[in-house]
């Protein structure tokens, strides 16, 4: 139906054609692949911006601590049982801001 529509319309139009797929194409990869792909990435950096002192946070090598000193690139990381760790502000994988501990036990208080 497409082709025939280009074959009579003239030369214009015919070189066109074969670029309307490719067009579609990269308007797909755009919608599904780039567009959330920057949209988790301006989370990210807003979450690693918004990271204080008391917040839970993993690093990128799987570490879970506490957030004890924040400077402007590095963060001082409790792992607990004393252990301290700086840690580079762009390598925090997750920020966990939680208030209480869990309750595995599933009993109520």
């Known amino acids: 139906m497409v082709n025939l529509i280009f074959q009579t319309s003239g030369g214009a139009a015919s070189a066109i054609g074969p670029l309307i797929p490719m067009i579609l194409v990269f308007l797909i990869f755009y919608v599904l692949l780039i567009m959330p792909q920057q949209r988790r990435v301006r989370e990210h950096r807003t979450k ?5 002192r008391g917040d839970q ?3 990128g090598g799987g570490l879970i601590g506490k957030v004890i000193k924040v400077a402007d690139d ?3 990381i409790d792992l607990g049982e004393g252990t ?3 840690a580079v ?3 925090i994988a997750d920020v ?3 208030t209480e ?7 109520k208080k």
């Open 96 to 98: 966990r801001n939680r």
């Open 48 to 52: 690693l911006e918004a990271i204080q």
């Open 101 to 107: 501990p869990a309750n595995d036990t599933g009993k």
């Open 74 to 76: 590095e963060l001082t």
């Open 89 to 91: 502000r762009t390598m």
């Open 84 to 86: 301290k760790v700086k």
């Open 57 to 59: 946070v993993v690093t």
